[in-house]
């Protein structure tokens, strides 16, 4: 049941996952964009979510926090009512496809059983208790769901049958599904976007980008999964939030839409690249070299010397890639940011950001961490 939507100007969102990587920049770039939205998150604190991602929003009086479960249909349900939501941003999940691979049941949990928490929710203030209030579910994807591409193959287009690989994918497919269910058997408003590997600040650093600086910077190994020639299509976190804007306000209600960055880069060469950008921001500044003595240009060595090829990922797809076309076509996306500075920014985010990530970086994910890898 596919329905159209003129314009929707949302007034009143609750953002799950907001304290998460890409949930915590949409909380800052749409505050920044629409000064008079209400946000609220929602978000469990679990590994990956961090309040200090949500810092510079504190103390705005359009913005509130909360810590809770996307599975307590009660506290959604009295939340939606309470702040009179009109639009759900479903970021929430768990999202690492190691993680999935070594632990599924928590991707099941958090990302199937909590979308159905929050349907069920949406559906009982919208549609029961408020029906003919203009709403809108917008359910945050993966292209993971697509499965996985061939080195000749067309890129992902919103008709490439689904087709998931890991635990991770699966969950994200079964939610996608759902959320269908919802728009064809209820008439809910949603939208699924479906979007490519993103990068840029406040990404845990168990995620490659992240981890391939953070590790330089103490001197690490970088470990590249076999062959190092998987392919994914990479973009600007801040980009990701201008696509869910236009879905948001120009979607085509119960329509899927791809988000991505066109911007093909097989892993090595993206290792490679990071090793020599933070080279070079090292060489060329003393107080860097200061502040992180372990880096390998302090010590005659260069980046690339860390990598270190380990065992493969089980089941790992080989490339992803995303035509935007209809996106572009249908409300207007396209990619602003360009790699060169898009990956330059980010670098530097985290040079300047030492604390964030050492934080992060002892505890509970060190531990899981060394159980990953066995070195060829
Ligand atoms: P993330 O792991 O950084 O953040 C997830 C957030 O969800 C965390 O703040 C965590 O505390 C919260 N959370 C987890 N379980 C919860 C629960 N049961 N209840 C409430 N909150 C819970 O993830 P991310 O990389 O920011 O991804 C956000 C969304 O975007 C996910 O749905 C992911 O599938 C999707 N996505 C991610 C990428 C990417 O490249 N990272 C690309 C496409 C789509
Ligand atoms: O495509 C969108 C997806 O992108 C999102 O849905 C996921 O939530 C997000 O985690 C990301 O999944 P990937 O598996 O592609 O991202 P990751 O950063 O884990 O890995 C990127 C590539 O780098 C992948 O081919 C595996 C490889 N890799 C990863 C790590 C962490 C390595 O070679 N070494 C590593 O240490």
């Known amino acids: 049941m596919m329905s159209e939507t003129k314009t929707f100007s949302p007034k009143n969102l609750l953002v799950t996952g907001g304290a998460g990587f890409i949930g915590a920049n949409f909380v800052h ?37 909360v810590h809770g479960n996307i599975l307590d249909y009660d506290l959604v349900v009295n939340l939606l009512r309470e702040e009179k939501i009109d639009t759900i941003v479903h970021f929430a999940a768990e999202s690492h496809v190691d993680r999935s691979i070594t632990g599924p049941d928590a991707f099941i ?36 769901v697509y499965g996985t591409l061939e080195a000749n193959d067309p890129p992902f287009r919103e008709d490439t049958p689904y087709a998931p690989n890991s635990p991770y994918a699966a969950s994200k497919a079964s939610s996608d599904f759902f959320v269908r269910s919802y728009q064809e058997t209820y008439g809910l408003n949603t939208n699924i976007s479906n979007c490519s590997n993103n990068y840029g600040p406040y990404q845990f650093p168990e995620k490659l980008i992240p981890l391939v600086i953070t590790n330089i910077l103490e001197s690490k190994a970088l470990p590249i999964y076999g062959d190092g020639k998987q392919i994914r299509d990479w973009l600007y976190v801040d980009d990701h939030a201008i696509g869910i804007d236009l879905i948001i306000r120009k979607g085509k209600r119960g329509e899927p839409y791809n988000i991505g960055g066109i911007n093909e880069w097989a892993n090595i060469d993206i290792v490679n690249l990071v090793c020599d950008l933070v080279d070079k921001r090292i060489k060329k500044s003393d107080k860097l070299q200061k502040q992180y003595p372990n880096a390998p240009t302090n010590n005659g060595k260069i980046a690339r010397d860390l990598i270190t090829y380990v065992t493969d990922r089980l089941g790992h797809d080989r490339r992803y890639a995303i035509d935007p076309t209809k996106s572009n076509t249908e409300i207007g996306y396209q990619p602003n940011e360009s790699f060169e500075t898009g990956i330059d920014k980010t670098i530097k985010w985290y040079l300047d950001h030492e604390s964030w990530w050492r934080k992060i970086m002892s505890g509970e994910y060190q531990d899981w961490i060394k159980q990953q890898y066995t070195i060829n």
């Open 29 to 65: 770039y749409w505050l920044k964009t629409y000064p008079d939205n209400c946000i609220v998150v929602l978000d469990a604190l679990t590994y990956a979510g961090n309040v200090e991602n949500l810092k510079s929003a504190e103390g705005n009086p359009n913005f509130r926090f």
């Open 109 to 144: 949990e958090t990302n199937v059983k909590g979308t159905h928490e929050l349907l069920k929710a949406a559906k009982t203030f919208w549609l029961d208790e408020n029906p003919g209030m203009e709403h809108l579910f917008q359910h945050v994807s993966t292209d993971e």
